[in-house]
């Protein structure tokens, strides 16, 4: 069982920033692609931000150049800094792990965007 633990959710007012952690016990860490998704009730879960193991990175078009994603592999984490917030982007956040044998899940921290 691969277990990914998230924090740094909460509630915040629209322009402000918030940073999101997720962190993993999972051994080779550093192979595999990581990922943040998101999702409002009613609606399908969607890709936030991904970054690969040479750190390239990709982001939906709603978030790019607000959201930043990065990764330690000496830590086992990944981030997700989130600046100018928008109402828009209230959703439960989930960390994502995709490995040759499937993808694992966190949680999920919620993310709260209003005044």
């Known amino acids: 069982q691969v277990q990914l633990v998230e924090s740094g959710g909460g509630l915040v007012q629209p322009g402000g920033s918030l940073r999101l952690s997720c962190t993993s016990v999972?051994?080779?860490?550093?192979?595999?692609?990581l990922a943040w998704y998101r999702q409002v009730p009613g609606k399908q879960r969607e890709l936030a931000a991904l970054?690969?193991?040479?750190?390239?990175?990709m982001y939906a078009d709603s978030v790019k150049g607000r959201f930043t994603i990065s990764r330690d592999n000496g830590k086992k984490a990944i981030y997700l800094q989130m600046n100018n917030l928008k109402p828009e982007d209230t959703a439960v956040y989930y960390c994502?792990?995709?490995?040759?044998?499937?993808?694992?899940w966190g949680q999920g921290t919620q993310v709260t965007v209003s005044s």
């Open positions: 994502n792990l995709q490995t040759p044998w499937g993808d694992f």
């Open positions: 999972l051994t080779a860490f550093r192979l595999y692609t």
């Open positions: 970054i690969n193991k040479t750190e390239s990175t």
